[in-house]
């Protein structure tokens, strides 16, 4: 009887043994980011190099698709600059929304708005897609966009930046004065830019399931105002601090991890001047990547690699070193040769002087932007020597 009833609690004890030995284990090993190629989706490029009929569910894949089985290893799709490429319950307008009672026509709002009544989410569908295709897959947000500040009626900007001049960093009174192109940036010193961009964040981690989230810090550089005082970058880091908790939250309830990004100056002590305690972030473990970005319109991956590996060494947060193609300042005519062949060079005096991640930022498919396909497929194809899958 005794025999019999052992042979009974055997599964059981089995069961429970296992569980113990699995509660058991230490945590896995956090795994810093390396080996990566990203590729950076500005907001406004699929929309505006498609043509209407392309905006279906089917094309939205196949942009997807063309970095499957590629050397890019993740995709960071940009969301939103001042305005959103999708309807968000109000928490920032979308891109199509009157300007001054007038319905923009651009061909990018109005792509953008032809997926929206077809019940089309262009991000559910590239998020979805990627996940297939074993591509990583992180949402962008530009922090501080100032595109075309210098025309307070162009369409892409908000309501928002527009009504409360008086959290702009610097203040005018005569639109004359603006004497740089970021002077029209917000004043993250102020808790009613901060609680008005959070709204924003927190409507994208409720809807969206992404792998990161990249806080783009470089549109368009500055977050204060010229001269701020000494504790307001403290109301930075407990803004960023706040974004990390949403991240470990939310990686717990969807069950796989959700990586944070800022994209930042080209080195520690520039991002420092702008207020932005970077290496500290890293210190305290909020953020898992740093985007070290150029200032200005290089093709080559102009940033202090080194600064930015010893800034970071012992820390768990990777350094990821950009491309940027856009010029920043207004009235910048000078254009950087973009041919593959120096980028190439460019990311191998990168790798050499330390660099492990590569992101390409302005480097997007169709309409030689900025190289021609056939180039932009050897590139996406061969990659930069230093990341594969």
């Known amino acids: 009887m005794r025999k019999a009833r052992m042979f009974k609690l055997l599964p059981a004890l089995f069961i ?29 490029h699929f929309f505006s190099t498609r043509k209407p009929e392309e905006m279906t569910k089917e094309d939205l894949q196949a942009w997807v698709d063309q970095y499957a ?30 300007m001054d009672h007038v319905q923009p026509q651009d061909i990018w709002p109005q792509n953008a708005l032809r997926l929206s009544k077809a019940g089309i989410n262009p991000y559910a569908v590239w998020i979805d897609r990627a996940r297939e295709k074993s591509l990583g897959v992180w949402l962008s947000v530009r922090m501080n966009e100032t595109y075309k500040s210098d025309e307070p009626g162009f369409f892409t900007h908000s309501s928002f930046c527009i009504l409360y001049s008086h959290l702009w960093r610097v203040m005018i009174v005569k639109k004359c004065e603006m004497s740089e192109w970021n002077d029209r940036a917000l004043d993250y010193a102020s808790a009613a830019v901060r ?27 500055a977050v204060f105002e010229k001269k701020f005082p000494p504790n307001v970058p403290e109301r930075l880091d407990d803004f960023v601090r706040k974004i990390r908790a949403k991240a470990d939250k939310i990686s717990k309830e969807r069950n796989h991890p959700v990586r944070l ?7 520690p002590e520039e991002a420092k001047q702008m207020g932005m305690n970077v290496g500290e972030w890293a210190e305290e473990g909020i953020v898992d990547l740093v985007i070290a970005c150029p200032t200005g319109s290089q093709t080559d991956f102009n940033v202090d690699i080194a600064a930015w590996n010893k800034a970071l ?21 000078g254009s950087s040769s973009r041919s593959v062949a120096e980028l190439l ?16 930022a302005g480097w997007m498919d169709r309409g030689g932007s900025p190289v021609n396909d056939q180039d932009y497929s050897g590139l996406i194809g061969q990659g930069l020597g230093s990341a594969s899958k």
């Not at 940009?78 to 929304?97: F, H, L, V």
């Not at 609680?195 to 550089?221: A, C, E, N």
């Not at 012992?314 to 350094?319: K, Q, V, W, Y």
């Not at 491309?323 to 009235?331: A, C, Y």
């Open 16 to 44: 429970l043994t296992a569980c113990a030995a699995v509660f058991a284990q230490p945590p896995k090993k956090y795994t810093p980011l390396e080996g990566k190629t990203i590729l950076c989706e500005d907001n406004s």
């Open 345 to 360: 060079a460019a990311a191998a005096a990168a790798k050499q002087a330390g660099a492990v991640n590569f992101c390409l």
């Open 313 to 333: 060494e012992g820390t768990r947060t990777a350094l990821a070193v950009s491309t940027r193609r856009d010029p920043l300042q207004l009235g910048d005519t």
């Open 69 to 98: 089985d590629s050397a890019v290893t993740d995709l960071f799709l940009c969301i939103s600059g001042q305005r959103a490429n999708i309807p968000s319950d109000g928490a920032r307008e979308a891109i199509w929304d009157d």
């Open 261 to 267: 990004s800022v994209r930042v100056p080209a080195s």
């Open 195 to 221: 609680d008005y961009q959070m709204k924003f964040i927190d409507f994208l981690f409720s809807h969206y399931d992404f792998d990161g989230f990249d806080l783009d810090w470089m549109r368009d550089g």
